[in-house]
Nanobody
């Protein structure tokens, strides 16, 4: 099992920046893919960005050029740097991990951290 703990959420004005962190513990050796997802009120959870164990990244079109996902393997931590934030980025942001395979839905989820962007 893998435990994921997010931090770094908060309230920011439009145009501002935030950095989210996700610390992984437990069977971290089995993680092959980590990602950030978000869920806004009344909407379905959506993928924001992923990073593989080799460092390959993938982004939703809505955040390309504004968000950057990165990882620190020594700290078992993944980051999401969010710049030029917009009110539509307001959501609960969840960290997720895929173990052993990159296919299919994530096997582990954090509890989420709230990001609120005011206009």
């Amino acid at each position: 099992q893998v435990q994921l703990v997010e931090s770094g959420g908060g309230l920011v004005q439009a145009g501002g920046s935030l950095r989210l962190s996700c610390a992984a513990s437990g069977s971290v050796f089995s993680i092959v893919l980590m990602g950030w997802h978000r869920q806004a009120p009344g909407k379905q959870r959506e993928l924001v960005a992923t990073i593989s164990s080799s460092g390959s990244t993938n982004y939703a079109d809505s955040v390309k050029g504004r968000f950057t996902i990165s990882r620190d393997n020594a700290k078992n931590t993944v980051y999401l740097q969010m710049n030029s934030l917009k009110p539509e980025d307001t959501a609960v942001y969840y960290c997720a991990a895929n173990r052993y395979t990159t296919f299919g839905a994530p096997s582990d989820w954090g509890k989420g951290t709230q990001v609120t962007v005011s206009s």
